[in-house]
């Protein structure tokens, strides 16, 4: 701390110079974390998928139905805990752009198979008893203003009512929240048998099944036995983890930790370049006073010391605050809560960021203090002549 003030000093003899590199490291972070969050969005149902759960989908495609029939046959299977089905319905509130996720579940086995969600008990009974109820997620609430009573019409492009009206009416009976910050609370569940009775067709299909079962560890032997137990079927199944589901979800957009890896490691090498170069010039710049504080006893280790100081003050100034800045940003809630509906700074990636600082700093630094180092008393005078 003794030469902080040097340190700092140095820093600053160039302000300009510093200021703009102070500023492309800044932004370089703040884009990280940027990043960093919306790829926490789009793939939280990967990280929310449960180790024990499967789902069954069609073998064909994952738009392609199955017959509602197919619950009881999987239930019965060796190794299956339990067995819940959903079904996509894609709703819409008044306009277009109001699009959010919405499916009819079996209400009570639904809430069973998902403790993630959670829902006071009062709320929980209510929408078991209402045909036409619904549960919305707390950050779905909050983006329309609904609460506990009202009555909520949606559209959507897929289901008509078999009266051939597309309006589809719903009781908020419920606002669930979720366990973890990476639980998703933008969705809109209601009444499976509501939504079966109304449509104009495909009665008697759901969308897919989420299968619980008991031993995690022979999860992979229950996936297997249930695609066996449709095979050759008019509507044949395949099993797989939630996870794997949840990923094929999300790279339908493309895939996601490629693009943002890409992304972060282009502009991390761009900002080193710049950094490093921002630091063999000012060293190049204070030969003769390399010469001088060796000359007055500075050792090699010191003159290192001071030259990785400033670099890592740099980076961990402009850096931090880059990180810091998006951490603040993420406490307000999303934005969007229609495409970015988990919305936070996780700190895994917090502590990776600050780690990519610390490397920018140090790497940035390395060759301009090794040189310096090395450098001789007579060499860095005769240079300065």
Avoid at 31 to 54: E, N
Avoid at 75 to 100: E, L, M, R, T
Avoid at 148 to 169: F, K, Q
Wanted: proline share 5%; net charge positive; aromatic share 12%.
């Amino acid at each position: 701390m003794k030469f902080f003030r040097l340190v700092w000093g140095n820093l600053w003899r160039k302000p300009l110079r510093t200021t703009l590199t102070g500023l492309s490291v800044f932004v370089a972070f703040l884009l990280f974390g940027l990043l960093c969050v919306i790829r926490q969005s789009l793939t939280a149902g990967i990280s929310m998928a449960g180790a024990d759960r499967l789902v069954t989908r069609q073998k064909v495609s994952i738009i392609q139905m199955l017959p509602v029939s197919y619950g009881d046959r999987i239930a019965q299977i060796p190794g299956v805990a339990a067995v819940v089905h959903q079904s996509w319905f894609g709703g819409i509130y008044k306009d277009p752009k109001n699009f959010f996720p919405s499916m009819p579940v079996q209400p009570e086995k639904y809430l069973e198979m998902y403790p993630e969600f959670v829902l006071p008990e009062a709320q929980r009974k209510a929408w078991i008893a209402d045909r036409r109820g619904a549960i919305v997620g707390r950050s779905l609430a909050e983006r329309f203003g609904w609460k506990i009573g009202d009555t909520v019409p949606l559209m959507s492009p897929i289901w008509r009512r078999a009266d051939g009206s597309g309006a589809w009416e719903f009781h908020v009976d419920g606002i669930y929240s979720g366990a973890k910050k990476s639980t998703d609370t933008s969705q809109f569940f209601f009444h499976y048998k509501y939504y079966d009775e109304g449509r104009s067709f495909a009665k008697g299909m759901v969308g897919w099944y989420t299968v619980r079962v008991k031993d995690p560890a022979k999860a992979d032997e229950v996936a297997k036995t249930i695609d066996a137990e449709f095979a050759n079927s008019p509507y044949e199944t395949k099993t797989e983890p939630e996870g794997a589901f949840a990923q094929a979800f999300a790279q339908q957009v493309g895939n996601i930790g490629a693009i943002m890896m890409s992304i972060q490691a282009a502009v991390f090498l761009t900002i080193l370049f710049v950094a490093a170069n921002t630091v063999a010039q000012a060293v190049r710049e204070r030969t003769e006073e390399i010469g001088v504080l060796k000359a007055l006893g500075f050792s090699n280790r010191m003159v290192f010391g001071l030259v990785l100081a400033e670099s890592l003050l740099l980076a961990a100034v402009a850096g931090l605050a880059g990180l810091g800045l998006i951490w603040l940003i993420t406490l307000g809630g999303s934005p969007s809560p229609a495409f970015l509906p988990v919305f936070y700074f996780p700190i895994p990636d917090f502590m990776v960021g600050v780690f990519l600082v610390a490397l920018l700093g140090v790497f940035a630094a390395a060759l301009p203090a090794w040189q310096a180092m090395r450098m001789g008393v007579a060499e860095a005078l005769r240079r300065a002549t």
